[in-house]
C-alpha cells in the first residue's frame, strides 16, 4: 500500500479531508500541520460525513511526528505550510505542493461557510481522485 503525508498549516481542515478521502482510495494516509491546532474543524467533519467519510477520529498532529518516516508521496496544501515546511530525512519520492483556500476563513452566515467547505472538499477530492489514480 502507498504512503501519502499531508500537510497543512493547523492540520484542522484541508489536510485532515484530504487524509480521510486519500484512505477511501486505498492509500496509508496521514496528515500533520507545521503549528497544529487542539482538534479538527467541526465543519470538516461534518461535510465529509455528507459524502460517507468519518474523519472524526483523527487528530492533529505536528509535522516533526513524521520527518524521519519514508513516504510515496508527501503533499503540502497550503502556502503557509509549503514555505515553512522542515526537511525531510525520510526516503520520500516526491514532495509536491497544491495550495487550496483555508475554509476555516470563510465568513457569512452557516449555509454560505459551510459551503466553502463544501467547495474546498470537493476541490481536494476532484484533485486526489485525478492525481492519484493517474500518476501514483
Not at 25 to 48: E, R
Not at 61 to 72: A, P, R, V, Y
Request: one cysteine or more.
Amino acid at each position: 500500500m502507498k504512503k501519502i503525508l499531508f500537510i497543512c498549516t493547523g492540520n484542522s481542515c484541508r489536510s485532515q479531508m484530504a487524509e480521510g478521502f486519500a484512505r477511501t482510495l486505498k492509500w496509508d494516509s496521514y496528515s500533520a500541520g507545521v503549528n497544529p491546532s487542539p482538534q479538527i474543524n467541526p465543519n470538516s467533519i461534518k461535510v465529509m460525513q455528507e459524502i460517507g467519510i468519518n474523519i472524526s477520529h483523527q487528530t492533529p498532529e505536528h509535522i516533526d511526528k513524521f520527518l524521519n518516516m519514508d513516504f510515496d508521496l508527501v503533499v503540502t496544501v497550503c502556502d503557509h505550510a509549503h514555505e515553512t515546511c522542515p526537511v525531510f530525512t525520510g526516503n520520500n519520492k516526491q514532495i509536491i505542493h497544491q495550495g487550496f483556500e483555508d475554509p476555516d476563513n470563510a465568513i457569512g452566515n452557516d449555509t454560505e461557510i459551510l459551503g466553502v467547505y463544501r467547495r474546498v472538499r470537493d476541490e481536494i477530492m476532484n484533485w486526489l481522485t485525478i492525481i492519484l489514480k493517474k500518476e501514483y
